[in-house]
């Protein structure tokens, strides 16, 4: 069984997200069309792009990402990856800033979270 792999790497302007979604959106179109017969190639079985792919990566702080963060399964990124994957029937894998919350009794109040630098996989189907 033969593998199709498609890694996409690019310069992600910080905290510029629809700038970055153009610029990817472009490349892999791009990429995977041959315009001199405007035909589709063949698709990967997976497309890989780099972590934090949409938001940019090297925040100054905690609190530059914050507006950002992404819970696991929803947000700009997972709803992205799974346009993309239905799009090209491929496996997407993206990184992205993920705002888990935890349940752990603290001082701090019950909106307390942790910053995680994830990657969510996202199949044909868009799940």
């Given amino acids: 069984m033969k593998l199709r792999i ?12 629809e700038e970055n979604i153009k610029k990817f959106t472009k490349i892999i179109e791009n990429g ?7 035909k ?3 698709t990967p079985d ?12 090297n925040f100054a702080s905690k609190k530059d990402i914050e507006p950002y ?3 696991q399964g929803k947000g700009t990124t997972y709803n ?3 346009e993309i994957s239905s799009k090209y029937n491929c496996h997407t894998l993206i990184g992205y800033p993920e705002k ?12 307390d979270f942790k910053i995680y630098n994830s990657a969510v996989l996202v199949n044909p189907q868009g799940e």
């Avoid at 888990?100 to 909106?111: C, I, L, P, R």
Wanted: glycine fraction near 6%; aromatic fraction near 8%.
């Fill in 6 to 17: 498609a890694a996409v790497q690019v310069n992600p302007r910080l905290g510029k997200i």
């Fill in 32 to 38: 995977l069309t041959d315009k001199s017969i405007n």
């Fill in 40 to 42: 589709s190639l063949k």
């Fill in 46 to 57: 997976i497309l890989i792009l780099p972590e934090l792919a949409l938001t940019g990566y």
């Fill in 69 to 71: 963060l992404e819970i």
């Fill in 80 to 82: 992205w990856a799974k």
């Fill in 100 to 111: 888990k919350y935890f349940t752990e009794t603290t001082n701090k109040g019950t909106n």
